[in-house]
């Protein structure tokens, strides 16, 4: 049968163990050593009795005589109970005083004797085989003769030699004071372990965390708690992301677009009903299951998108015409690798879209043959009259040959608007030096910062190139300084720099100082036909659709474009635009 222990019981036995072994080889280890010191020193004094008692010999010349009378009365002045034997080379026993002369066999290969004549002295513990008692043995070697004296090993000598248990009571009580302790211990550590796992099976169970429920008051006990608290707020934010999840896939089913989340490995995670509905008048033939799409034609290019891996880019977007109607696929990719896949029908809005195009682009065209028309016979009649036409006569000629400079300008901003919003492609993408165009602009514009005795300083290295349209980005820096021209002021500076790059961008700054805008107007300058003041604008001229043209062919190059007004006075205009990828 298989006992099962608490943890608090597996501790305690367990640490009970460690300390017994511990305590207990202590003890032994300090037995030996007590034994070792009391047997050396009893030896010593036994060498000393045997050394006196060879130079008694000596002294008297007993020996080889032996004249056993003088060694009887010199043990009378040793211990009674003390054996002496004398023992010649050849180890025959000459004298024993408890044994009668004779009868002894050899002793030379007595462990005592042997080491004797090693060392000159030697000892051993043995059961002597004359009268079957047990002796301590030491033998010192004097000239020709082994001097051997011994001591019976009884209970008193035994209590000499292995006496000294006051350590080992210390070491007991030491013992018993651990496990105590251990105990005291192990209850506080089991309790805050009982109140964990407390917790956890209520966690497990299902069972509600009542209010009052504390842990104990140690480290174990902060660190359950912290746990539980921890687990209180995982508990919260799976409330809510639940919650949150719910909202998005109301969000996702009730949403006019087609959305469907799909893992790594291109296996479904969630599509809506509207995903499945324009899947099915994309594909050659309908289907239930969505992962079919990354089989079909039509979705080769998302397919090669998902198969480039690359991690600069996450998001590609495709047009698609299928069954009557137009959709745009778009494809993001996370962290993760998993995907979100969108179809929407912008059937109506590309409709739209054609259409305003066509019909901006017919307004264009149908305007600018009677206004050039227009123009030039104004130029012919401004020619030809001379200095007696009526001056009022030819103020009105001016204002009209002024009016349709400006309705020229505004139809060419039009068409350029329109080509960058509809006809994107239409632009040719090269490499582009920035510092070449901004000098192109200087000269051409020369002529206009000469009448207003303005200054155009460039602060562009050579070696700043954007990938890009040359005519859009020449466009951008163009507008931006007729604007300063017409607005900011007579005599003022202007400045184009690139203050900073990194890896992926470059970074401008376009400014002048001149008298700045009221921040109310900041938000809202890249509006279309937007005026600071009608009045002013009338005087300066100008279609009210520069800043409009730089704010989208800033978009149509990837970057990003804002306007302040510097603490020092003037207008800044800060432009971001990527680096091209290798």
Not at 186 to 196: H, T, W
């Amino acid at each position: 049968m298989k006992i099962h222990l608490s943890f608090k019981s597996r501790i305690l036995l367990t640490f009970s163990l460690i300390i017994a072994f511990f305590t207990a080889g202590i003890i032994y280890f300090e037995q030996q050593q007590v034994r070792k010191e009391r047997t050396e020193s009893l030896e010593r004094m036994l060498d000393n009795q045997a050394l006196m008692i060879a130079n008694y010999i000596r002294k008297n010349k007993i020996f080889p005589e032996m004249d056993t009378a003088k060694l009887r009365e010199l043990l009378q002045y040793i211990q009674p109970e003390l054996r002496l034997t004398l023992i010649d080379q050849r180890g025959v026993v000459l004298y024993d005083n408890l044994l009668e002369e004779g009868g002894m066999e050899n002793h030379l290969m007595r462990p005592e004797v042997q080491e004797s004549i090693a060392k000159g002295y030697g000892s051993d513990i043995r059961r002597s085989a004359s009268n079957q008692l047990e002796y301590l043995y030491h033998a010192r070697l004097a000239d020709s003769l082994f001097v051997r004296v011994a001591l019976p090993y009884d209970v008193e000598l035994r209590s000499f030699i292995h006496s000294g248990n006051s350590f080992a009571y210390y070491i007991l009580l030491f013992f018993i004071v651990s496990v105590l302790m251990m105990i005291y211990f192990s209850n506080r550590f089991s309790r805050s372990i009982r109140e964990l796992r407390a917790f956890s099976q209520n966690v497990k169970n299902g069972t509600a965390i009542p209010p009052s429920f504390v842990f104990a008051d140690d480290e174990v006990g902060e660190v359950s708690a912290a746990i539980v608290e921890n687990y209180n707020l995982l508990e919260e934010n799976r409330r809510r992301l639940a919650a949150e999840r719910e909202k998005l896939l109301q969000h996702f089913q009730f949403s006019e677009e087609g959305i469907a989340i799909f893992s790594e490995e291109r296996k479904e995670v969630y599509a809506n009903s509207h995903f499945l509905q324009y899947l099915n008048l994309i594909l050659e033939s309908p289907t239930l299951i969505t992962e079919k799409l990354f089989t079909d034609p039509s979705f080769r290019e998302v397919v090669a998108f998902l198969d480039q891996n690359a991690e600069s880019q996450n998001v590609f977007s495709q047009r698609m015409a299928k069954s009557g109607k137009i959709f745009n696929v778009r494809v993001i990719i996370f962290e993760d690798r998993s995907f979100e896949l969108y179809i929407s029908d912008i059937t109506r809005g590309e409709k739209r879209r054609l259409l305003k195009q066509e019909m901006t682009n017919n307004i264009a065209h149908e305007l600018r043959t009677p206004v050039t028309s227009i123009r030039g016979y104004l130029e012919t009649i401004l020619g030809l009259a001379d200095e007696g036409v009526d001056a009022r006569l030819r103020t009105f000629l001016d204002r009209a040959y002024t009016q349709t400079i400006r309705l020229s300008e505004l139809i060419q901003d039009i068409s350029m608007l329109t080509k960058i919003e509809e006809a994107s492609d239409r632009f040719e993408m090269e490499t582009v030096n920035i510092r070449e165009i901004l000098q192109e602009m200087e000269n051409d514009l020369s002529e206009k910062l000469s009448e207003k005795g303005d200054r155009f300083i460039i602060e562009v290295s050579d070696d700043v190139v954007l990938y890009g349209s040359r005519t859009l980005l020449y466009s951008i820096f163009r507008n931006l300084t007729e604007n300063a021209i017409a607005y900011a002021g007579e005599e003022i500076v202007i400045v184009v720099r690139s203050h900073n790059e990194n890896e992926d961008a470059f970074f401008f700054e376009f400014y002048d100082n001149g008298p700045g805008l009221e921040e109310k107007h900041l938000v809202r300058i890249f509006e279309r036909f937007y005026r600071v003041n009608e009045g002013r604008t009338r005087k300066t001229g100008g279609s009210g659709l520069g800043l409009s043209i730089v704010k989208n062919a800033v978009l149509f190059h990837k970057g990003s474009i804002l306007a302040r007004n510097r603490p020092e006075g003037g207008l800044s205009f800060l432009i971001t635009f990527p680096k091209k990828r290798s």
